[in-house]
């Protein structure tokens, strides 16, 4: 008999749930929080929500009424792939990606949703302002002042690689049931991730199937898993997903939605830190081992460390980008970089 596939949800730690009265409530428990958390029916009143309880077509019939005339970006990909978009064998990408109608990808779902082998039609992070008239004002959480972008997904059974982001994330499940499987920041190196440059959608992500993992190959996966935590989520419920978290997700049902809100607590004059990550990687990374322990040092001095002695000894005026990243300095950072780098 063929030995059962491992399945790593079994008896995994689950995420933790809170009870949010209102919008202050909820603000509340974001501004304190540094770990994950969901809040069950936190968007259950939502029109988006409630036309998805009917059926999948109603869902996209309500959507389809507040879409704005315009082509939206779509992944394709076979059905032998079983929803998951990741790497070919060349790492290439096991989808194909072109844009299109609403009515046109919605016709294709219409087609596969009764399918036991659905193909993969998937929408990522569209802009629901942008794409859509009135989709955001009816479905929306209160997240007080915070800048958020607020997003849609969309599309059949999905699997995404375990990748992370740089903004807080509040992902609130619209339509069909959700999985997140969850890792703390320090987890990167046991998830094994494959390149910082070629990935399926700007972050790197774990080269592990969650559904068959190879232990073999990546034995560290084990070390993952025991820090890891599931939310099984069902339609309008909310997990919240802090700042640089791993979460792998997994849209469940013939058709799903999902509807998330990114904010940053630090100024967007700050920048990405990837792209700091990815240009010590061209400048310093293949030193020489004494030069880069140097540029480790400076490192420590200037960024990590940081302390009063940096630039004590510099007249304050004189201070320049040592003195506090306003956007003016983080300003002049940018332009002396843009200067240098194409040179």
Known sequence: MAEAPFDIFAGMSKVPELAVANARALDSELRVATRPFIVRGLVADWPLVKAGKVSGRAAREYLLSLREDRPF?????????????????????????GSTGLPDIFRQIDAAENRDAQPIIYLASIDMKTF???????NYVDLGERQALASIWMGTR???????????????????????????????????????????????????????????????FREALDAAQVAELEPGDAVFIPSMWWHHVEGRDPFNVLVNYWWRDTPRHLGQPQEALNHAIMAIRDLP???????????????????????????????????PMTPQNAGKIRSFLLRALSQ
């Not at 992902?171 to 987890?187: I, K, N, S």
């Not at 080269?207 to 068959?212: E, G, L, S």
């Open 132 to 138: 859509f008239s009135g989709l955001h004002e009816a």
């Open 289 to 323: 081992p004494a030069q880069k322990q140097h540029w480790r040092a400076l490192f420590e001095h200037y960024v990590f460390e940081n302390g009063d002695d940096v630039a004590a000894h510099i007249p304050e005026e004189a201070r320049s980008v040592l003195g």
């Open 158 to 220: 999905s699997r995404i690689a375990a990748h992370n982001d740089f903004p807080d994330n509040l992902a609130c499940v619209a339509v069909g049931r959700r999985r997140f499987t969850l890792f703390p920041p320090e987890q990167f190196r046991n998830l094994y991730l494959g390149p910082i440059d070629n990935t399926p959608a700007g972050r790197a992500v774990s080269m592990v199937d969650f559904h068959a993992p190879d232990f073999e190959r990546y034995p560290r």
């Open 73 to 97: 970006v779509v992944s394709i990909g076979p059905a032998d792939e079983e929803g998951r978009l990741f790497y070919k064998d060349d790492m290439s990408m096991n989808v194909r990606t």
